[in-house]
């Protein structure tokens, strides 16, 4: 038994093995292999092995049976034990009877009370249901009676005609009161005309005809007042702006209760107001108009032509008019400031005549379209404001357009101001970018038909100016003088005032036009310019006019441009001719040996030269080029009015000298025998000299 034991423990702590005992399990003998089915054995014994019970009988290998003995005996006598300890407890036991039976009878007292309690609670509790029910149906009805309430408040108030009211709009004077009584009359007219279910209710039956009262009362009263406001316009010396502003904007709502609930008076007041306005802009701008044509400087005639002949032109016969502005013919001068005064205010009449002034007419074109910019900005704006509608200003404005439309159809025909008509076109399009920038409309087709207007009649005149010059008489304008022409003066100055009006705006129109121009003085110069004798008396005149003509180009801008650029290749081209002509005037033997037999390669030939073909042309030189140097420096100041000019045509002359001597020189060093003449030769020197002696004159 103890080495069972010893060994069981031993095994224990090698770790249990239920398969070792699987096959000491004896059954009974009587037991039949064939009824025991031993499936499933080892998933049971997995699961028992951590039964300790089940564990120890496996592992001492008991019998079933006897093990079974053994339990039965134990539980035995355990219910003994327990039949022991409950006589021994008998008393408490019946204690405990007692008490339970005392408890029981008062729990059951406790239910029926409690059972008593739970009848009144349902009782409460569908009480309390109704009572629930009765408040929410009251609230629903109180609801209802509040939304019935509210719409009937509204309702009475929007039909109901207070007697204030009536009084205001029937005695009442129109002003801020008498505004807001509109205001609240014309709702009550829209809610009894707009709401479907207004129109059956009995009760509009007795208002209707008391609104329908006020309503042509109200129309009534606001025609009077609108209309006394507008005679108030017509009034002498009124400040239009001012009395549209201040008064009429202040009741600009009567004008919104004409449109909406009486449509037939607001066109009467529309039109009178259309009628007033249209008149009292038209009788100022011809006012105005008159009055600028006082201030009037006449600049140009249709004689004031570049190709016309000064005698016949007019330009001294008009002995009123100062010098300096029958000069801005052509010339444009101080004019070009009137488009860096583009937003300086308009002219006021009286007092420019009161200080005897006169202006070129682009001057009073600009103004008068400031001043047309400015009222015809206040006026569409007010419009839109007060009536709502811009198309009103074309109507009112119909009137003062036909009034200028009649002054430019006058003026337009009798202008033959080129410089003033191109000076005007840029004045429009600085007063179309003014509107741009004020985002207002309504000058734009104006403004557009002005300047379609002013371009005909601009290339109208240029081509008159164009036409003297391919038409003009030679003979007529011919003067025996090399000095600038004054057709060419007017020429130049004519272009250059275009090309500085140009600039900014590239119009490559107007440069065909100058190139047209150009060309037909061209041909009008080289005519005039043959009418001289002498060749060289005519590349003098060429010159002396292609000079002036550049610096008055430049004067006018660095813009001078294809123009500047054509006659300053002319002025070139003729300058080397006169350099040439006026040396072979005084070297003119010298030039032609320098240049026949003076080379290289001319002295290689056959006909080489001699001591004796230098020998004068040296000595010759040596007498006189000091002398000739003088004549031709007097020659050339007598002979062109720019003194610069003159002296830089004498600088190239004596530099092309000293070349042609220099070439001289060289000549008689190949020459045999040529050494003799060095005595007489000048140095090179000394004629540099003089030439630098010269050139320090300017």
């Not at 009760?203 to 609104?211: F, G, H, S, T």
């Not at 507008?230 to 010396?237: E, G, I, N, S, T």
């Not at 036909?402 to 000076?423: S, T």
């Not at 000299?689 to 004159?697: A, C, D, F, N, Q």
Request: hydrophobic share 40%; aromatic share 8%; proline share 2%.
């Amino acid at each position: 038994m103890g080495d069972s034991i010893v060994e069981m423990q031993s095994n224990q702590k090698q770790g249990f093995d239920l398969g070792i005992f699987v096959g000491d399990l004896a059954l009974d003998e009587d037991a039949s292999s064939d009824d025991v089915s031993l499936e499933g054995l080892q998933e049971e014994l997995e699961e028992c092995k951590n039964d300790n019970e089940v564990s120890n009988i496996l592992a001492k290998g008991t019998k079933l049976r006897e093990y079974t003995k053994g339990v039965e005996n134990n539980v035995r006598q355990v219910e003994l034990d327990s039949i022991q300890d409950y006589i021994k407890e008998s008393d408490n036991l019946v204690l405990l009877h007692d008490q339970i039976r005392d408890c029981d009878s008062i729990l059951s007292q406790m239910e029926t009370l409690l059972s008593g309690f739970q009848v009144e609670i349902g009782s409460i509790s569908s009480e309390i249901k109704s009572l629930q029910e009765k408040s929410m149906d009251m609230g629903l009805k109180l609801k209802n009676r509040k939304a019935a309430e509210s719409k009937l408040t509204k309702f009475v108030e929007d039909i109901i005609v207070p007697p204030r009211m009536v009084d205001i709009i029937v005695d009442g004077e129109v002003n801020e009161e008498y505004l807001k009584t509109l205001e609240i009359l014309s709702k009550k007219l829209k809610f009894v005309e707009v709401d479907s279910m207004v129109k059956m209710s009995k009760a509009l039956k007795d208002v209707q005809p008391e609104l329908e009262r006020l309503r042509q009362k109200a129309v009534s009263k606001v025609f009077e007042f609108i209309v006394q406001k507008l005679y108030a316009l017509r009034k002498p010396k009124t400040n239009i702006q001012i009395l549209q502003q201040s008064v009429l904007l202040k009741y600009k709502y009567l004008i919104i209760f004409l449109k909406e609930h009486g449509k037939e008076i607001y066109n009467e007041v529309r039109a009178a107001y259309v009628d007033t306005m249209n008149k009292i802009l038209s009788a100022h701008f011809r006012a105005y108009i008159q009055a600028m044509e006082k201030l009037q400087l006449d600049i140009a005639t249709s004689s004031d032509l570049i190709g016309v002949e000064t005698r016949s032109s007019g330009l001294f016969l008009r002995g009123r008019e100062p010098l300096k502005n029958r000069s801005a013919v052509f010339a444009l001068g101080d004019r070009i400031n009137i488009l860096k005064e583009i937003d300086q205010p308009a002219l006021i009449p009286h007092i420019a005549e009161a200080n005897s002034q006169k202006y070129p007419y682009e001057v009073l074109f600009r103004s008068l379209h400031k001043l047309l910019m400015d009222t015809a900005t206040s006026e569409y704006l007010f419009c839109d404001d007060f009536f709502g509608e811009e198309s009103i200003f074309y109507e009112i404005f119909a009137g003062p357009f036909a009034v200028l439309d009649e002054h430019f159809n006058m003026v337009l025909p009798n202008c033959y101001d080129a410089i003033g008509l191109m000076l005007m076109i840029r004045i429009i399009h600085q007063h179309q970018l003014v509107m741009f920038r004020r985002r207002i409309p309504c000058l734009d087709s104006y403004l557009d038909k002005v300047n379609i207007s002013l371009w005909p009649r601009f290339k109208l005149v240029f081509d008159m100016h164009l036409n003297s010059l391919r038409n003009a008489s030679v003979r007529t304008l011919w003067e025996d003088d090399v000095h600038p022409h004054y057709v060419m003066r007017r020429y130049a100055e004519f272009t250059a005032s275009l090309v500085h009006l140009n600039v900014e705006y590239g119009d490559g129109q107007l440069d065909l036009n100058l190139e047209r121009l150009r060309m037909a003085i061209d041909d009008l110069l080289v005519k005039l310019a043959k009418t001289f004798t002498k060749p060289k008396l005519q590349t003098i005149f060429l010159i002396n006019n292609y000079d002036m003509t550049i610096a008055v180009l430049k004067e006018a801008g660095p813009e001078g441009g294809r123009t500047q650029a054509h006659f300053e290749e002319l002025l070139r081209s003729n300058i080397t001719t006169f350099v040439e002509e006026m040396l072979l005037e005084h070297f003119n033997d010298l030039i032609k040996f320098v240049k026949s037999r003076g080379s290289e390669e001319s002295s290689s030939s056959a006909e080489k030269p001699s001591a004796a073909d230098v020998e004068p042309l040296v000595r010759d030189f040596a007498s006189r080029w000091k002398a000739a140097i003088e004549l031709m420096h007097k020659d050339v100041i007598t002979s062109f009015s720019n003194f610069l000019c003159g002296m830089e045509i004498l600088r190239a002359a004596l530099t092309q000298l000293l070349l042609y001597y220099t070439r001289l020189t060289e000549c008689v060093k190949r020459i045999e025998g040529g050494t003799a003449l060095n005595k007489d030769l000048v140095s090179i020197s000394s004629i540099l000299y003089e030439i630098k002696k010269y050139s320090r004159t300017f």
